[in-house]
């Protein structure tokens, strides 16, 4: 479970190094506010906030979607409030009540599949929507698509059994930004396409090894790519194995 720490600012190196061609680093320093990372779109910029582990907004317009945060309201207390707050399952390092209470929830609502909703306190569930894989929805004005997010590994499959948890691909401004979950390179991973940004995870036993996930990459070539949810895993590793398949943008989900 993800403890409680304290918001990353990120200072980026502007040289990338010769190891993949197009990775790019950050220094992370424990003080401070997130920096939010902008995606030029035919109709204004999205930006993206690594928080914590696989926790991370998203801003578009007034619109700022808080996709699975915990950690406790604190570790949120300088950035904007959220608008609209998104959730891909149920484990406690991607959703957690007290956070969520801390966050408004109650007022703001919340978007989740059925393991989460079911789970909320009443006065939570009363303004959350449900969402399954397939669904299309809207959330803070921007399109979603509700993807598939599931283990196949024959010792992992207790982990994440397929149709319980979300990925999502939000789109606006014809770009497309995919939010993988806790999932293997599952065949709905591989056949997706025009993919702009693309945030994938990479631990056992959970999710992927380093070379499921760039091998994964290689497949379905979104531009970029931040690997998060690595606790435990090489993301340098990932990147190297990447290539120049993709744009791969490190950052220190864990600093402390």
């Known amino acids: ?13 502007p040289a990338a190094l010769s190891l993949t061609g197009s990775l790019s680093m950050n220094v992370a320093h424990a003080q401070g506010k997130p920096k939010g990372e902008a995606i ?5 910029e999205v930006t993206l ?3 914590n582990h696989a926790s991370l907004v998203v801003g578009y317009g007034d ?7 915990v950690g406790g309201a604190e570790l ?21 009540v007290p956070t969520l209470q801390g966050l408004g929830a109650e007022t703001i609502g919340l978007t989740a599949p059925r393991v989460v909703i079911d789970a909320l306190p009443d006065a ?19 399109t979603m698509n509700v993807v598939p997010a599931y283990n196949t590994t024959a010792d992992r499959l207790k982990f994440h059994p397929k149709g319980v948890g979300n990925g999502y691909v939000l789109q606006t401004g014809g770009k497309a930004i ?41 497949a379905f070539r979104p531009k970029i790519v931040y690997p998060y949810h690595y606790k435990g895993s090489d993301p340098k590793k990932f990147a190297g194995l990447v290539g120049e398949a993709a744009e791969v943008r490190l950052r220190d989900w864990y600093a402390s």
């Open 178 to 218: 995919y939010i993988a979950g806790d999932t293997e390179d599952i065949p709905e991973m591989r056949a997706l396409t025009g993919i702009e940004v693309a945030f994938l995870p990479m631990n056992l036993p959970y999710t992927m090894t380093e070379e499921q996930a760039a091998d994964a990459v290689k």
């Open 76 to 96: 949120y207390s300088s950035l904007p409030k959220p608008t609209a707050i998104l959730l891909t399952h149920g484990h406690p390092d991607h959703f957690d």
């Open 63 to 69: 619109a700022v979607i808080y996709v699975d945060p």
């Open 1 to 13: 479970m993800v403890t409680r720490r304290d918001a990353l600012s990120l200072i980026l190196v």
């Open 40 to 44: 030029p779109t035919s109709d204004g």
């Open 49 to 51: 906030t690594p928080v």
């Open 124 to 142: 939570m569930k009363a303004k959350s929507t449900l969402v399954s894989n397939g669904d299309t929805s809207k959330i803070g004005g921007i």
